[in-house]
């Protein structure tokens, strides 16, 4: 039986047609699609991104799409366990021999469940994961409003204790804690911020902040995260652009003309702000 990338490869040189010209029209790098053709898919996103992938490349050459995605499950599908038929029958426990009806359904059933257990916990851990980076990107996010808050709550329980200052020059001098609050909002201007949001559809993502070791996160849609601030850049390497929504030091960010659909990988720095914000 052909395999899914050898299926494809043959029926697009039928057709004449090259991976430029399916990149092109599909916005997937020519890298994704060569490794699909070689049945190379640990190169690929994963998943959704993956199956979106090998839709989008038979609908260029007109294959069944539906066709082609059963074609890959069939090839990362696991392996069958060996038939429970190949195993010599306890003599100590016959009745455990006659309360199975088909001894071959029993290795299939229980990969099934363990696969379905495996899944379950990772779905957990994930969901751990999220929740405890949300919550300690919250806490960060409202550490410097309420310290702001305090110091301008300070400043007219001052200005009360002073009321019988006899000389008028002495009101300026209340104006020092307006001074020493604005200082953290001058340093965060010196910041890139960026805020993600998935508008039509779940959206992958991986960013890097400034130097700093990488990180992914899946976004769901209807929900938007805030990235920590960069000193000089940030990199994203984006699953599907279309589903997300991108705003930099709060202003609504566009990607510059040419960047894929799919798998895109872009850099911002301060030299080229103007390039996303109009």
Do not use: C
């Not at 199956?51 to 007109?62: L, N, P």
């Amino acid at each position: 039986m052909p395999t899914l990338g050898s299926e494809l490869k043959h029926r697009r040189e039928e057709q004449g047609i090259t991976l430029a010209h399916i990149s092109d029209a599909t916005r997937i790098g020519t890298r994704f699609l060569k490794a699909i053709d070689e049945d190379n898919f640990s190169v690929l996103p994963g998943g959704l991104f993956t199956r979106s992938f090998i839709r989008a490349y038979a609908k260029q050459i007109g294959m069944n799409e539906e066709e082609a995605v059963s074609l890959y499950h069939q090839q990362i599908a696991p392996p069958p366990e060996e038939s429970a038929e190949t195993q010599p029958a306890s003599p100590s426990r016959p009745e455990l021999v006659s309360s199975i009806t088909n001894p071959s359904e029993r290795p299939t059933a229980r990969a099934r469940w363990l696969t379905i257990a495996v899944a379950a916990s990772a779905l957990v851990v994930i969901s751990i994961v999220v929740v405890a980076l949300l919550r300690r990107l919250n806490r960060e996010g409202s550490a410097s409003p309420s310290t702001s808050t305090q110091t301008a709550v300070k400043a007219p329980s001052t200005a009360k204790i002073q009321p019988v200052a006899s000389s008028p020059a002495r009101a300026p001098e209340q104006a020092a804690p307006i001074s020493i609050s604005a200082s953290p909002d001058q340093n965060d201007v010196r910041k890139i911020v960026i805020k993600v949001e998935a508008t039509t559809g779940d959206s992958w993502i991986r960013y890097q902040i400034d130097d700093n070791k990488s990180a992914a996160m899946m976004l769901k849609a209807g929900l938007s995260q805030d990235l920590p601030p960069a000193e000089k850049q940030i990199r994203l390497n984006i699953g599907n652009r279309n589903t997300l929504k991108l705003s930099i030091n709060n202003r609504i960010a566009t990607f510059p003309p040419g960047t894929p659909n799919f798998a895109a990988q872009v850099t911002v720095s301060r030299d080229n702000l103007q390039t996303y914000i109009q």
